[in-house]
C-alpha cells in the first residue's frame, strides 16, 4: 500500500514524509553520516559498532528508495535523462525531479539511480554528480589544455565546457596536485611553465612589446630564467634591434622576424654565397644588431662552410665545414704533459647552485676536438650512479653540463673553488673540491 496516496509526483512534501518516516536517533545518524562523521565516531556515540551503524544507514536509504519506487517507478528515467544531456550535473539541477529540503535523501536516491560524486585529483566533490564518477575529471583537462587564464577568464572557460554553475572550481585547482597554480595578479599559470605562462599573460594585458626587466618585476623570477624560457617558448618573441619582447602573433612595424644571429648568417649565405668573410660580416650587422665577433662565431656552425679560394657558404652547397682555429689557453685550464688529462678549475657561483650550465673556455672544447658547433662530448663519472659530465660547443660559448649536484654532494658553498678532471682515452670525469680549509667559505 501507497502510504502517500494516489500522488505520483515527487513533491518537497513526499520527500519530507520519506524524512520523517525515520526515527529521531535514525535521522541523527543519516546527518552525522551525510556531514562527513566516520561511521565509528558516530558508532561510539551510541555504544554501536562501526557495521550496526552501517547496517541501519543502509536500511533508512533502502528504505527510501523502495517507497520512491512504488510512489513513481519511471523517477530513475528521468535523473538518467539528465545525465544524457550533460555528463556532470550539480546536486540543485534535481531540484524539480527530487526535492528535497533536507539535502539527504536526494543524495541517497541519485547513487540509486547509477550516479556518483564527481571525482577528480581533490577527491570526491560535494555537490557535483555523474554516472561516469570520472567526467568532471575529463572536463578539467580539457580545461587545463586552455590554460593559462586570468581569473575572468578562467570563469569564462569553464562556461563555455559547461561546468555545473556551483562547481567548487578554485578550491580544486589550488588542491596540491592540481598541474595549475595561482600566480602573480591573480593569473592560473601551468605548474610546469609558470614563467613563460605567466610573462605571456602580463604581455598580453600591455598590449605591446616590453624589456625583460619590468616583465620580471611583473611576474617575479630571475631574469635570465625568464628569458630563457621565453626565448624556448614559440608564443614569444626577442624584437630586434630594442631587444624587448613580444607576443608572436603581433604585428610590430619595422622590427625584424630573426631571433639569432646563427639564422642571419644562414640566410645571407642562401642569398648571397659565396662571399668574403669581409661582406659576410658586414650584411649580417646590416640585418640584425650583432657584432662583428659574434658573427665570426657563428662561421664554426655546421651549415657554414668555405671554399678553397676562402670564400664562406653553406655545406650543403659544397663547401668545406670551417673548424674552429686554436683560442689561446687560460690560465684555468691545465694539461698533463700528455695531453690526455684535462682539469678545469671552476668557482662555485649562483648560477651553479641554480643548476645552470657551467660556462667554460672555447679553447676545452678545441682540445677535445669539438671544432664545430653544436657538438658535444660525454664523459661518465666512475661510481656516480650513472651521472654524466657533458661538454658542449655551441656557436655563442662552450659549457659543461650542470654541476649542482656534484657541487650539493660535496657541500660546496658560493664562493667555492672545485675542479673538473677529464680523462680523455677513459672518457671518464671526476669532480674534487679543492679549496685551501684555511679559506674555504664551506667551512
Not at 120 to 129: M, V
Not at 232 to 258: I, M
Request: charged share 25%.
Amino acid at each position: 500500500m501507497n502510504p502517500f496516496g494516489d500522488d505520483m509526483e515527487l513533491t518537497e512534501d513526499t520527500i519530507m514524509a520519506l524524512w520523517k518516516s525515520l526515527s529521531p536517533r535514525d535521522q541523527a545518524l543519516h546527518s552525522r553520516r551525510a556531514s562527513g562523521e566516520t561511521l565509528d565516531s558516530i558508532g561510539q556515540s551510541y555504544g554501536l559498532s562501526r557495521e550496526r551503524i552501517r547496517q541501519l544507514i543502509s536500511r533508512g536509504e533502502k528504505s527510501w528508495v523502495d517507497q520512491v519506487d512504488a510512489l513513481r517507478p519511471g523517477w530513475r528515467a528521468s535523473v538518467r535523462q539528465r545525465f544524457a544531456v550533460r555528463p556532470v550535473v550539480a546536486e540543485s539541477d534535481f531540484a524539480d525531479i527530487l526535492p528535497d529540503s533536507v539535502g539527504i535523501v536526494r543524495g541517497t536516491l541519485l547513487r540509486a539511480a547509477g550516479a556518483d560524486r564527481a571525482r577528480t585529483w581533490a577527491g570526491p566533490i560535494d555537490g557535483i554528480w555523474s554516472m561516469d564518477p570520472s567526467g568532471l575529471a575529463a572536463q578539467l583537462r580539457d580545461l587545463i589544455a586552455l590554460a593559462p587564464f586570468t581569473d575572468d577568464d578562467l570563469d569564462t572557460a569553464a562556461a563555455n565546457l559547461e561546468f555545473p554553475e556551483n562547481t567548487p572550481l578554485r578550491a580544486i585547482l589550488t588542491h596540491s596536485r592540481s598541474p595549475l597554480v595561482r600566480g602573480p595578479h591573480d593569473y592560473w599559470l601551468r605548474r610546469n611553465a609558470r614563467a613563460r605562462d605567466a610573462s605571456y599573460l602580463w604581455l598580453l594585458s600591455e598590449g605591446e612589446p616590453r624589456r625583460i626587466e619590468p616583465i620580471v618585476m611583473a611576474v617575479g623570477g630571475n631574469r635570465n630564467a625568464v628569458a630563457e624560457a621565453m626565448r624556448r617558448d614559440s608564443r614569444f618573441r626577442q624584437l630586434r634591434p630594442e631587444g624587448t619582447w613580444a607576443l608572436t602573433d603581433w604585428h610590430v612595424p619595422g622590427a625584424t622576424e630573426y631571433t639569432n644571429a646563427m639564422d642571419v648568417v644562414v640566410d645571407v649565405l642562401t642569398e648571397r654565397g659565396p662571399i668574403t668573410r669581409k661582406n659576410l660580416i658586414a650584411e649580417v650587422v646590416r640585418r640584425y644588431p650583432v657584432s662583428a665577433a659574434r658573427v665570426v662565431q657563428c662561421l664554426i656552425g655546421v651549415r657554414v662552410g668555405i671554399h678553397r679560394d676562402g670564400r664562406f657558404d653553406l655545406v650543403e652547397r659544397g663547401a668545406s665545414p670551417y673548424e674552429e682555429s686554436e683560442p689561446r689557453r687560460p690560465r684555468n685550464i691545465i694539461i698533463d704533459e700528455a695531453g690526455n688529462i684535462a682539469g678545469v678549475l671552476l668557482t662555485v657561483d649562483r648560477e651553479v647552485l641554480r643548476g645552470s650550465g657551467v660556462i667554460v673556455h672555447p679553447w676545452l672544447t678545441w682540445h677535445l676536438g669539438l671544432r664545430r658547433a653544436p657538438m658535444t662530448r660525454r664523459f661518465s663519472v666512475p661510481g656516480g650512479d650513472g651521472d654524466v659530465i657533458t661538454v658542449s660547443r655551441h656557436t655563442s660559448g662552450a659549457q659543461f653540463s650542470s654541476m649542482k649536484s656534484f657541487v650539493d654532494d660535496m657541500g660546496l658553498a658560493i664562493g667555492c673553488q672545485f675542479a673538473v678532471l677529464l680523462r680523455l682515452d677513459e672518457e671518464t670525469a671526476s669532480v674534487r673540491h679543492t679549496c685551501k680549509p684555511d679559506t674555504c667559505t664551506a667551512s
